[in-house]
């Protein structure tokens, strides 16, 4: 390969790991951010019955806004390339997330968080597919693992930032203005990565003439199977995380008189770190031990370590934070096997059309469990009872990977 062309691939790599890291800071900001907005914000009025119910709206907000830009920007990719739709998304969560510091109320804070989520899911199938189509099938399970860490790295910088500079109720509003911040990285992106070389074929190849809508594709045989699979697989993980994995921050908010307002900082710290390892590790499980023997084993741990964490312990027992470590890294081996798993499913002319659906669909799907889990809070008032009765959701999981195709471990053909 010539150096050009070598380059390009790096650079691929590059805006990619640096579009999904501060996606990962912005996934990361409303779980220790939203108790303590909810606080200024509804005045004499909080509880934690009702900031919960808060929670878990900024939570459906991020879930439906990052399917709707998975879609949108995915679609965008496929016909104008994967690095502009890249950094448009980029550009999108930076500046709409920072709005965040201006706003007075509620529904205001909560409008801004659906709109900033567009790019926060517009990057994860132009990424995915990016780095898929830039590098040889032998470095798929360390780039999905790479690309997959990312995130979860974000949430570590997110969790560190919180202990060293609490948010709280005077601070919130600075945090917000800060995350506009990597707006920078979305310029970067439109001036310097390039598109793939095999994107670029498959603009003049027949195919793309004769599919003018990739998301109708998707939706129609012969894909249309494999993009219902691809979005129950994508379900799992994601209402698992969103619906009971991230209770764990506001729980531990909630212990914030008695722990101090950085804990909170530190169990997403401690999360992010395990996860940033779990998610890099994800992909070359797949490899090991197969996509379908993998994702079973992954739904068995995260359901016994998510339900043993909320069934036995609290934010002040001793063994708490080293327990969201463990449940940071097995939780998100999900989060590198998916990008690995996903583009393997459909074609080029629809890869980031077809995983954006599989993966934002999911977060669709997870949305409506997560207002569960809202519901849950509202009857309950009992962090620990939402989180034991959503992880079930990983029980599924067990059972439906023995329904996915066998990709060959590899991309598939046009």
């Not at 805006?15 to 606080?39: H, I, K």
């Not at 609490?166 to 310029?187: C, D, E, K, Y």
């Not at 849950?376 to 939402?386: I, N, Q």
Request: proline share 5%.
């Amino acid at each position: 390969m010539s150096e050009t062309g070598q380059r390009e691939r790096w650079l691929a790599v590059i805006g990619g790991f640096a579009s999904w890291l501060f996606a990962g800071v912005q996934m990361a900001l409303m779980p220790v951010a939203a108790r303590t907005a909810s606080r200024e914000l509804m005045g004499a009025d909080f509880n934690d019955a009702q900031a919960g119910q808060w929670f878990a709206w900024y939570t459906v907000a991020f879930l439906l806004g990052g399917a709707a830009g998975g879609l949108l920007f995915g679609a965008l990719g496929d016909r104008f390339g994967r690095a502009r739709a890249m950094g448009w998304s980029v550009l999108t969560y930076s500046l709409l997330s920072g709005a965040g510091a201006f706003v007075e109320t509620q529904p205001q804070l909560l409008t801004v968080r659906l709109l900033a989520s567009l790019g926060i899911g517009g990057v994860w199938p132009n990424c995915m597919s990016l780095a898929a189509e830039s590098w040889p099938n032998t470095s798929r399970p360390f780039l999905a693992g790479l690309l997959g860490c990312s995130s979860n790295l974000g949430v570590a910088l997110m969790g560190a930032f919180g202990h060293v500079y609490p948010v709280t109720t005077g601070s919130w509003r600075t945090v917000m203005l800060w995350s506009a911040a990597p707006a920078i990285v979305g310029m970067f992106i439109l001036w310097r990565v390039p598109e793939s070389a095999r994107w670029r074929q498959s603009r003049v190849a027949p195919a793309a003439k004769a599919t003018a809508a990739p998301h109708a594709e998707v939706f129609r045989s012969p894909l249309l199977g494999r993009t219902l699979l691809g979005i129950a697989l994508g379900t799992v993980p994601l209402l698992g995380a969103w619906g009971a994995g991230k209770w764990l921050f506001p729980w531990a908010d909630s212990f914030s008189d008695r722990l101090g307002d950085g804990f909170k900082g530190t169990a997403q710290f401690l999360w992010g770190a395990g996860a940033t390892i779990g998610s890099f590790f994800g992909g070359h499980l797949a490899g090991w031990l197969g996509r379908r023997a993998s994702y079973f084993l992954i739904s068995a741990l995260s359901l016994a370590v998510n339900w043993s964490i909320f069934r036995f312990l609290t934010p002040a027992s001793g063994s708490f934070l080293p327990a969201v470590f463990v449940l940071g890294l097995v939780s998100t081996l999900f989060f590198g096997w998916l990008p690995l798993y996903l583009p393997e499913l459909f074609p080029t002319r629809a890869r980031a059309t077809g995983s954006g659906v599989s993966y934002n669909f999911g977060r669709i799907f997870s949305a409506a469990g997560v207002l569960g889990a809202g519901a849950l809070m509202h009857a309950f008032g009992d962090f620990a009872r939402v989180g034991m009765t959503v992880s079930l959701i990983y029980a599924v999981g067990m059972v439906v990977i023995w329904w996915a195709p066998d990709t060959g471990e590899k991309l598939s053909e046009d």
